[in-house]
């Protein structure tokens, strides 16, 4: 077991307690574990990102919404990087900074754990159409899904996925259907996964809300951390669906690359357990995206 390991997180929006949870139970473990977040813009992502390359670390994580970018800014890279077009975090290997894909496999481990029964031979519906959706796709391929349902509020964002999955992972047949026509989907969906962030702009999930495309007994993911039941939680229960929560996913993400770093297992209930209380601490006012969906008549 590696006792000693170096974390850089950059991301545009920080939650000062992402962290706390992990570390002291690395630490209880024998390990100097240090991880620092850079509230990064933009803006200013590319030169944080060359700084942060030169300083003596193991790992260097992105927040979702760079996931997309950095791919473009390096200039060390892998095919499979390059096929995806995505990166989550890079490892310090051989000298070098080298692209690594956490998620997937923290996905796939998640659900296989988690969720006793899946219906492989059903669709898969995923929201959201940057870096994050394009690896939780990759995810459910991986899981043996034949037929996946895309969609995004930004069209043209979705339909450039749609292209770049056709094209490396033509085995599968991917759609894309526009955000406003979700509901006119038919239940055919056994699993629904949410990588859309959770602002009052986001229009998207007050179409998710009806859950019209999910089959019965099926599986509703939400990747948002903070809060961890969101409205889409909510109403998956109310709905009467099976559901996974962000800290449930991210207490596998972090296992994971704790796992690549230092050789060590994580207790993952005992983490995820620790990292709900921490985001539940967390104040969010789910009101107003309830009652735009109540307003509709949901």
């Not at 590319?46 to 670390?57: A, G, P, S, W, Y």
């Not at 690896?135 to 770049?164: C, M, S």
Request: net charge negative; proline share 2%.
């Amino acid at each position: 077991m590696k006792n000693k390991v170096r974390i850089k997180y950059l991301t545009s929006k920080g939650w000062d307690k992402r962290w706390v949870a992990l570390k002291k139970m690395l630490v209880e473990a024998g390990v100097d574990f240090e991880v620092e977040t850079l509230i990064s813009p933009a803006e200013e992502f590319e030169k944080n990102l060359n700084q942060v390359r030169t300083e003596d670390l193991d790992a260097i994580g992105f927040g979702y919404e760079y996931y997309s970018l950095v791919p473009k800014l390096l200039a060390q890279t892998t095919q499979e990087a390059i096929k995806a077009g995505v990166c989550s975090c890079l490892i310090k290997e051989k000298g070098g900074w080298w692209p690594r894909d956490c998620i997937s496999e923290a996905f796939v481990r998640a659900i296989s754990h988690e969720v006793k029964e899946l219906d492989l031979n059903s669709r898969a519906f995923v929201a959201g159409a940057g870096g994050l959706g394009r690896l939780v796709a990759e995810a459910l391929v991986k899981l043996g899904f034949k037929g996946i349902t895309l969609t995004d509020q930004n069209e043209e964002k979705g339909r450039e996925l749609l292209a770049n999955l056709q094209k490396s992972l033509f085995q599968v047949d991917f759609r894309f259907i526009e955000h406003r026509h979700i509901t006119t989907l038919a239940g055919v969906h056994s699993i629904a996964v949410n990588t859309t962030e959770l602002v009052l702009e986001n229009e998207l999930l007050d179409e998710l809300y009806f859950f019209n495309f999910l089959k019965a007994g099926g599986v509703v993911v939400d990747m948002t951390l903070v809060p961890t039941e969101t409205p889409l939680i909510d109403e998956a229960k109310v709905w009467g669906a099976r559901f996974l929560s962000g800290d449930c996913v991210t207490a596998y993400l972090d296992a994971f690359m704790v796992e690549k770093l230092c050789d060590f297992k994580l207790d993952i209930g005992r983490y995820r357990e620790a990292l709900k209380a921490l985001a539940d601490q967390e104040s969010f006012d789910k009101t107003p995206f309830l009652k735009r969906f109540r307003d509709r008549g949901g």
